[in-house]
Structures are given as C-alpha cells and as structure tokens.
C-alpha cells in the first residue's frame, strides 16, 4: 500500500508565503517524476509544477519566478515553495507521484498515485 501525505497548505496573506511538502510511504521500489496540482472552485485541475527523479523542473507559466519546486529522494518527499502569492492562486493543491510500487510477485509497473489534498486559501 503506498499512501501520500501533504501539509503546509493554510491561510496567508497576498504576497505571503507558504512551502508544501508531501511524503510517500509504503512499498515503493522506485519513485519516477512527482509533481504539484491545484484545483480552484468550478475550475479543472491543473498542473502547477513537476519534477522528474533527474531533478529537471517544469512550471505552469502562471507560477514561474515565484514557486519553486524540489524533491529530497532520501525521504521520498516533494516540496513547493511558493512565494509573492496571490488570491488567484487560491485552490486546493494535490500531490501526485508516478512510481513503481513493490508487490508479492515483484516490483509493479509505474502507476500515478496522488495525495488527498491541501488547502491553500489566498486572502487580505
């Protein structure tokens, strides 16, 4: 069982700043690229910034020079730094892993999993 946990997330003020970090846990043989997601109210989920297990990044265009994206593969851990926010980045933010999880028979084939959410509210 593999199981993704996220915290950070709350209320800060425009222009504020808050860092995210999500853990994996459980049998994992190998995690490939991780990655940050958000979803505002009646708008679809997006990508916000992933990471690949090279450590190459890639930014939605709304968030580059403001959020920062790292991994610390020691402690199967993603993290977002998110700096100079503002209310549209209001959502809740998910995280999502691709990895190979361990079975009986061995280790599966890359599947995504994602983490249940954190709420990151934006406001004066």
């Known amino acids: 069982q593999v199981q993704l946990v996220e915290s950070g997330g709350g209320l800060v003020q425009p222009g504020g700043s808050l860092r995210l970090s999500c853990a994996a846990s459980g049998s994992i043989f190998r995690i490939n690229a991780m990655g940050w997601y958000r979803q505002a109210p009646g708008k679809q989920r997006e990508v916000v910034a992933t990471?690949?297990?090279?450590?190459?990044?890639n930014y939605a265009d709304s968030v580059k020079g403001r959020f920062t994206i790292s991994r610390d593969n020691a402690k199967n851990t993603v993290y977002l730094q998110m700096n100079s926010l503002k209310p549209e980045d209001t959502a809740v933010y998910y995280c999502?892993?691709?990895?190979?999880?361990?079975?009986?028979?061995?280790?599966?084939?890359?599947?995504?999993?994602w983490g249940q959410g954190t709420q990151v509210t934006v406001s004066s």
């Open positions: 990471i690949t297990s090279g450590e190459s990044t």
């Open positions: 999502n892993a691709n990895l190979r999880a361990i079975a009986i028979i061995g280790p599966l084939p890359p599947s995504d999993y």
